[in-house]
Each structure stands twice: as C-alpha cells, then as structure tokens.
C-alpha cells in the first residue's frame, strides 16, 4: 500500500508549490520515498518537483487523460515510492468548466484527501468560516487536514490553530512569513538554469518546515491507496521504431507518458538542436515545445543540424512538431527585437514573440477518424502563413471551434498544441495520421 495525498489551496499564489517542494525535499532529508505528480498540463512546476527530490514531477490530467491512463501513470511511476504527493492546479475548485477538471475532481477519482495550504498572511481567526466552506462544500472532498503560509509570529500560528480546533479540522503547522522565499509562478521564459538557482531556496523551505510542521502525522493522515489495476493495452502497430527526441534547454516541455509510450513502441534517443551538428539514425522525430526564443543565435549558427532536419523532412522522414517545436521548423522565428533569425525552413511561415498575446487553454483536435486532447499554451503567432493546413477541427474545453491550425507536408505534422499521447494506441494513432495521405 502507497500513501497518498493532495496538496491544495483556496486559490492561486496561496503558497502550494512553496509547500509542496519543501515537503518533497523534507520527505527526502528523511529518507522517505516520494513521487511528485502535478494535476493540470503544467510543465514548469514538474521541473521543480524534480529539483526538490531528483524525481520527476508527472502529469495528471482530467480533460486529456483517461482514468485508466491516470492510474497507469500512478501504477507505473508511484509503486517504488513511500508516498505520492500530487501538487494541485490553481485553486481546488476551479476547473476549465465550473469544478470540471479541477484537483477536486481529481481528489474525488482517485478517492484522495487534500491537505489545504492557507496564505495566512493578513488573517487569523477569520480562516475559520474559509476552511470551513472548503471542508462542507462537496462532502466528496475530504480535507485532511490544513497547513498555514506566511505565518508572522507563534503568536499568530497560535490563533490560527485555535480557529482549526473551534472548526475540528487538523492543523499540521505552518511555514513562516520568510521575506527571501518565494517560488515564482509558473511562466514561459524560466529556463532550466535559472531554475537550478531555486535548490538552495528549497533546501531552505525544508529546513523551516522541519521546525514547524509534523510530516510524519502528514503521512498517517494521508490515505494508504492500492492503485487500481489498468485495463489490457490492445495490440498497437510496429514495436521497432527509432525514435529521436529534441530534449535540450531550447527544448524541454515533455510529458514522460509520451517518451514511455515511444518507449513501449521502440527505442528512444535524445538529441540536442543546440549542440549536436546532424541527427541520430531514426524513424521519427518528435520536437517538443520549449524555449527557442531564447536561443535563437544559436539555434540559426547551427545550421548542419538545420539542414539535416530538412533533408529528412523532405525524403519522407517523419516528424511530429508542436508549439516551439513547430516554430523552429519555419523559415524563421521573429524576436522580441524584430530580428529575423533563419530555421529549418521546411514550413512555409515564420513565428513572432516582438508583439506578445497570450493563446491559452486545453484543446480537442479530431483529424479524420482520430481525437487528440491536448493544451496551448504561447505568446508567439505565425506570421507569413502561406503554408496549407491539414483538415481539422479543434476545439475549447466547452467544444467551442478555435483558430488553432495543423500543419502537415509529407510525413511531417505540426501545430501550437502540446499533444497527450501517453499510451502506445494514442502513439500508433499519431503515427498512423502523420503517415497517412489523407
């Protein structure tokens, strides 16, 4: 039996993520094995996860998972641990359509108590009535329990901790109001570097918790889970492909379902736009979104590697490209500057960052037969577009159509969609839409 619990909060910005990485690192000073998870399409916060306890943080997603693809990933990543500790996503209600998709929903499948983190900051006993309407909204949700951020003085912890005891719901402690930590929130533009620079600051979130909070009646209140067993996988395609996968600092926004699922199919490499001059020997390429925009020297001065990716292109190689993946595989990506830097040049337009606009929110792409969930997620817009787009309909999270475009020439697939296709059917299916001549 696994331990399990969810961490949650109010609202944005209440100081989960905080919490959560000092749990995960604390957690790991005790010699307890954890895996992160983190509910939502996020793929900043999983890096942190990965910072704090050198494990992975691995997405959980209602809107693009299936419950079995969900307890596959819990199955698969969460078995060797001690306990899942899955971070939650804004605040614990809200979800692309009222409660639809949000960590409470996600609580209720997996039948898993939350453990509320309270920004105590300019409250006392006020939080009484707030926790209380969290713990009596949906009796579904079980709160196990609170935790208090930013918390001014033992002074202050002691009226907040009286306000639990009047309301019956159990307090574990609380982080205190440290001016030097704060997490930022998650955005487009933090690198994998600047993120290495948060392990101190996490190391130090740890040390403060383990002075003011019980992780070990965390652990007894959180809910010994049995995992449930997966459906059998139905029988998928060619299990000996190649696959090769952009994974650099230019590159990185990955779901490890997806690199599991080339793995059930066929062998996977990874390779470096950056720094490696020509491809390695495959079948297929798969560039991830990331951060080409700021790399755009370099990924211009590369052009061996620009070059080989086109030829590949060309003579039938396949490919599947999204969101930076798919900038880079333009003529050119324009930057804050309006400086044009050369690509790949394989599709006929070029992308923009020099005037920002937010596209954002999860996607349903049906492309002849198949259905692809996914999530966008840029500030860039093409530009020159006088590439044609593959027939497809994409939609909203309320099936609202988006303006949203597939690419595909050849054996080569593109959009600004990040993709879920954590299973080796979704991959097949993939692969057998980018191979196809519709």
């Known amino acids: 039996m696994i331990k399990q619990l969810i961490i949650s909060a109010p609202s944005s910005n209440a100081g989960k993520t905080t919490l959560t990485l000092g749990l995960l690192r604390l957690f790991k000073r005790k010699n307890i094995t954890v895996q992160p998870f983190k509910v939502g399409p996020d793929y900043i916060d999983p890096k942190f996860h990965q910072l704090a306890c050198n494990k992975v943080g691995v997405n959980l997603d209602l809107f693009m998972m299936t419950e079995d693809d969900i307890n596959a990933s819990l199955n698969f990543y969460g078995t060797p641990a001690d306990i899942n500790c899955i971070e939650g996503v804004m605040g614990l209600f ?10 409470a929903e996600m609580a209720k499948k997996l039948k898993t108590p939350v ?37 001014g003085s033992e ?57 003011t909070i019980d992780y070990e009646a965390i652990l007894e209140a959180s809910k010994s889970v049995e995992i449930k067993p997966i459906s059998e996988e139905k029988s998928t395609g060619n299990k000996n492909i ?17 690199i599991a699922a080339m793995e059930a199919l066929g062998v996977v490499s990874f390779f470096s736009p950056l720094h490696d001059t020509v491809l390695p020997d495959c079948d297929f390429i798969y560039f991830p979104g990331g951060y080409p925009e700021l790399y755009l020297k370099e990924l211009a001065a ?13 003579n039938n ?25 050369r690509m ?38 093409l530009i020159h577009d006088n590439e044609t ?17 597939i690419y595909k020439k050849k054996n080569v697939m593109a959009s600004y969609v990040h993709h879920y296709f954590g299973t080796p059917e979704l991959l097949q299916q993939l692969i057998n839409e980018i191979t196809s001549n519709g």
């Open 94 to 103: 809200d979800g692309a359509e009222k409660d639809k998709g949000s960590t």
């Open 302 to 314: 590369n052009t061996t590697m620009l070059q080989s990716i086109h030829d590949f292109g060309l």
């Open 155 to 211: 002074r202050h912890y002691t009226m907040l901790k009286e306000a639990c005891d009047d309301i019956n719901v159990p307090c574990f402690g609380y982080l205190a109001n440290l001016k030097h930590i704060e997490i930022p929130s998650r955005h487009l533009g933090l690198n994998i570097q600047e993120i290495e620079k948060f392990d101190k600051l996490i190391d130090d979130i740890a040390t403060a918790l383990d002075k």
């Open 389 to 405: 787009e593959l027939n497809s309909i994409i939609t909203n999270a309320v099936g609202v159509k988006t303006s949203t475009k």
């Open 344 to 381: 790949v040049n394989y599709f006929n337009f070029e992308s923009s960052i020099a005037d920002k606009k937010l596209h954002l929110g999860y996607r349903t792409t049906k492309v002849n037969e198949p259905v692809f969930k996914g999530h966008e997620f840029h500030y860039s817009t």
């Open 115 to 151: 453990l509320m983190v309270i920004d105590a900051k300019a409250v006392a006993y006020s939080v009484a009535p707030l926790i209380q309407g969290f713990v009596n909204f949906d009796k579904e949700v079980e709160i196990m329990g609170v935790v208090f951020n930013r918390v």
């Open 317 to 341: 190689g396949q490919i599947y490209a999204e969101c930076g993946g798919m900038m880079y595989l333009g003529k050119a990506i324009i930057s804050e500057n309006s400086e044009a830097f």
């Open 242 to 258: 190649k696959f090769a996968v952009a994974k650099d600092d230019a590159f990185n926004f990955i779901y490890p379902q997806n």
